[in-house]
């Protein structure tokens, strides 16, 4: 005879509770208050250029971090990322160099890649049951690792100097070069952000995904087939990692060492402070944007105030701990 | 050797909203072997924790060799040389420890005072000097997560013993152990006993106890009935003890139109807790799945529903042998089941009342393209709510603020909504008020009056009679009988699971 719980319905009362209304609001009133600050602070802050500039930069993180959330839906963790959005990258740019190929088929394997590393997490995750945060980071080793000895550790960039000594004649096509730019990067990003958002909360996979993260065995005992949605997760994940990456390679044209790691944390920190955005309480991609917004406003406002890059981790890292400490006491 | 008396008075202890212990007596001295039996709720672990110190806000007197004294902490409890053997093992262990560290736990933790270095030699010979006196080989140099149920329960003994020990209480100790192993338990109890110590024995194996013990307290609804020495007594009256006078719970009056043979289940076994289970149930029959907490019950529910992970022997469903491999399978063919665990496993808490409700069957609320209909899945649930009586401020509301009932409410509505042929219900009354357990039976039997299969499992021996049609009684992972509700009655069934016949 443990649980006789019979806790009373309707707890909360409806006066004002500020708590709450933070919870909800808060991190769309830092936003505000920061752009306050910022433009006093500097005129050039709420020019159009600047502003478009802000969107363009947290295009990637953004993207990357609508994968995390959704590998977060399932309750799940996706580390790996960063690498497979390296990988990516590197691997449309050599589709691209070094084997001349056409703009399909070098988005093709660049996405090919990424299913193959989601696939791959999806098994030993769901088969073999090695928790997924730390499969996750073995596999941001194994595919950080691939990516380099794909790239022989060196920067893949058009008319290279090869190994036999002649220079790589392939050339990126213009169609691909455009996505990394202005208006085209952002637009991808908000049909990203849109479609996965749909996608999570208009459709059944999306209420079976949240379901299946809220509580894995009662969704298993309601006939959900839980593992194939956790597979669907890990595979989407590393799908939207590889957009990331690719869009990244678009918008430097190069395919550099580890050029999807940093995205990583970002990202992480992005997903994490999109479950406080109106109060939504878990991982959605609406509030990953808002999350890269705020990241993005801050990053780009503390350099014009001439804040040394190096200091920028303190602040990127106080603001997520401060998102997670409203998501965390009000979860409790 | 002088015997020491215990004796605890008028022992009243309140849980919010229940009064679990009700002014109860206990007397016992050492040398004796003690049982203490009661039907599930009867207050049997509250007196006993009451004892070892892991309740404070008890009323009432405790009294050693005439003399009051002061239990309010498990340490004023082991000062005074009470230990307790509770009945899952594995909390009270330590398994990346060796069975000589576990043993020795006590005086490791509590014991070492400014002392910093432990002393190995010293733990491993004195806890091998244990083992040796309680004629147990295990070595003390083994790691406990490589011990079996048993072995770890000597451990525990073991402990208890390690420090001067008066008196010892065993809850439940025999429920995981093999034949084999309960004798082997048994002979320990003895040697304890002429070693002059009291065991005080929690089971609810009946004839067990007729075995080992040698005087008998008998609880029911937190209340103390009777003490008797045991060879006074007969089993069929320590069971109209334990039962007592019936309370009339209000079951809906039975219209059953019982057809063909729908589910049938050949050999069931998944190697552990349930083995060779045959059993069928028909169209439109509500059949009573009996037993104590711990006889396979839940087990066999979830190898039916695909939850347990090897399952042999064959389901056959209308005829048809059918392969339930995984939940989703089951749910396909028409089962459902409503799980014991409720807030684990049943519904989802952090949902609200309308994704919890079409959790199930999410297929019917859907338009192109598998987007969500959210209109029709509302005005379903509200439909649902209405007539299941759910209490609940609007349908959008978090299923954690309900209560207890009305969670269990909706944990059998996403079934309804699912629209399933074969239910299976595991302790659906558990936690639940009076109020809404007349509507959980209601909702049964009117499902069989539709013409649905049900299976009903329960330790509640008096709901198991007032619900169905024909009942199994399960003991120790097997079927030990069938019989029409007609021909038996409460105490048959008791009798029946607590390995009698």
Avoid at chain 1, 1 to 19: I, R
Avoid at chain 1, 106 to 124: D, E, P, T
Wanted: charged share 20%; hydrophobic share 45%.
């Amino acid at each position: 005879m443990s649980n006789s719980n019979s806790v009373d319905t309707k707890k909360s009362g409806h006066s004002f509770d500020l708590f709450d209304f933070m919870y909800k609001y808060g991190t769309l009133i830092l936003i505000v208050l920061l752009i306050i600050f910022f433009s006093t602070m500097n005129q050039n802050f709420l020019q159009t250029s600047n502003l478009v500039n802000i969107l363009r930069s947290i295009s990637i993180v953004t993207i990357i971090g609508v994968g995390i959330t959704i590998s977060l839906s399932v309750d799940g963790f996706d580390l790996s990322v960063g690498s497979v959005a390296s990988l990516a990258n590197a691997v449309v740019i050599s589709m691209f160099v070094w084997y001349q190929q056409p703009a399909v088929i070098a988005i093709g394997a660049g996405l090919m890649a990424a299913l193959l590393v989601g696939a791959f997490n999806a098994f030993m995750i769901v088969k073999v049951k090695i928790p997924d945060l730390l499969l996750t980071l073995a596999t941001m080793f194994i595919i950080q690792g691939v990516a380099l000895s794909y790239t022989r550790g060196a920067t893949i960039s058009q008319n290279m100097i090869m190994s036999d000594g002649t220079y790589a004649e392939g050339q990126i096509s213009p169609f691909f070069a455009k996505l990394g730019q202005i208006p085209w990067i952002i637009i991808i990003m908000l049909i990203v952000v849109v479609v996965v958002h749909i996608f999570l909360t208009y459709t059944k996979h999306g209420r079976y995904m949240y379901v299946i993260g809220g509580n894995k065995e009662a969704a298993r005992l309601s006939g959900i087939p839980v593992n194939k949605y956790k597979i669907l997760a890990y595979l989407l994940s590393a799908s939207f990692a590889a957009i990331g990456g690719m869009v990244l390679a678009s918008r430097v044209m190069t395919a550099e060492i580890n050029a999807g790691g940093p995205y990583l944390m970002d990202a992480v920190a992005a997903a994490f402070i999109g479950f406080a955005v109106l109060g939504a309480g878990k991982p959605n991609a609406f509030g990953t944007f808002i999350g890269a917004v705020l990241i993005g406003i801050l990053a780009n406002g503390l350099v014009m105030m001439s804040v040394p890059y190096y200091a920028m981790d303190i602040v990127k890292g106080t603001v997520l701990a401060l998102a997670l400490a409203l998501t965390y006491y009000k979860i409790k | 050797m002088a015997k020491n008396k215990l004796s605890m008075t008028d022992i009243t202890i309140e849980f919010p909203g229940v009064k679990a212990l009700d002014q109860v007596n206990f007397e016992t001295e050492t040398g004796v072997s003690h049982a203490l039996i009661g039907a599930n709720g009867a207050g049997k672990s509250t007196l006993m924790k009451v004892l070892c110190g892991a309740h404070d806000h008890y009323t009432g007197e405790i009294y050693l060799n005439g003399e009051k004294v002061s239990i309010r902490s498990p340490k004023d409890a082991q000062d005074l040389g009470i230990q307790i053997v509770y009945q899952e093992v594995d909390t009270a262990l330590i398994p990346y420890l060796s069975v000589a560290e576990n043993i020795m736990l006590n005086e490791t933790v509590s014991d070492m005072g400014k002392k910093q270095v432990v002393k190995w030699k010293h733990i491993y010979s004195r806890a091998q000097e244990i083992l040796t006196s309680m004629n147990v080989h295990v070595s003390p140099r083994k790691l406990v997560s490589e011990l079996s149920l048993s072995e770890k329960q000597m451990v525990l003994i073991a402990r208890a013993i390690s420090k001067e020990c008066k008196f010892l209480i065993l809850d439940e100790p025999t429920a995981p152990l093999s034949l084999t192993e309960t004798d082997e338990l048994f002979q320990i109890v003895n040697d304890l006993k002429s070693r002059n110590v009291g065991v005080i024995f929690i089971s609810h194996r009946i004839p067990e106890l007729f075995e080992i013990c040698d005087e008998i307290t008998i609880m029911r609804n937190g209340k103390f009935i009777i003490k008797e020495d045991i060879q006074q007594t007969t089993i069929n009256r320590v069971i109209e003890h334990m039962l007592g006078q019936k309370l009339d719970e209000q079951f809906p009056p039975r219209h059953a139109n019982i057809g063909e043979v729908v589910l049938e289940t050949m050999s069931l076994s998944d190697r552990e807790k349930i083995f060779e289970i045959g059993i069928n149930v028909k169209k439109g029959e509500i059949v009573g799945l009996a037993g104590l907490v711990g006889a396979g019950k839940t087990e066999f529910c979830k190898a039916l529903f695909g939850v347990a992970k090897k399952v042999d022997g064959d389901i056959v469903l209308s005829g048809k042998k059918v392969k339930i491999r995984t939940p989703y399978d089951a749910v396909k063919l028409g089962f459902a089941l409503v799980p014991e665990e409720r807030r684990k496993e049943g519904i989802l808490v952090h949902e609200t009342v309308v994704t919890n409700f079409s959790a199930a069957s999410l297929n019917n609320f859907l338009k192109v393209f598998s987007f969500l209909d959210f209109k029709s899945e509302a005005k379903k649930a509200r439909e649902m709510i209405q007539s299941l009586g759910v209490k609940t401020p609007s349908e959008r509301t978090i299923v954690e603020n309900l209560s207890g009932g009305n969670q269990q409410k909706i944990a059998i509505g996403k079934w309804l909504v699912a629209d399933a042929e074969v239910y299976i219900f595991d302790e659906p009354t558990k936690g639940v008020d009076v109020g809404a357990k007349r509507d959980i039976f209601n909702l049964i039997t009117a499902l069989a009056e539709r013409g649905k299969s049900v299976i009903y499992a329960s330790s509640e021996l008096s709901e198991i009679m007032g619900i169905s049609d024909r009942i199994y009684v399960m003991f120790d992972g097997r079927i030990v009988n069938e019989v029409m509700k007609e021909e038996t009655d409460e105490e048959k069934l008791l009798l029946y699971s607590t390995g009698g016949n």
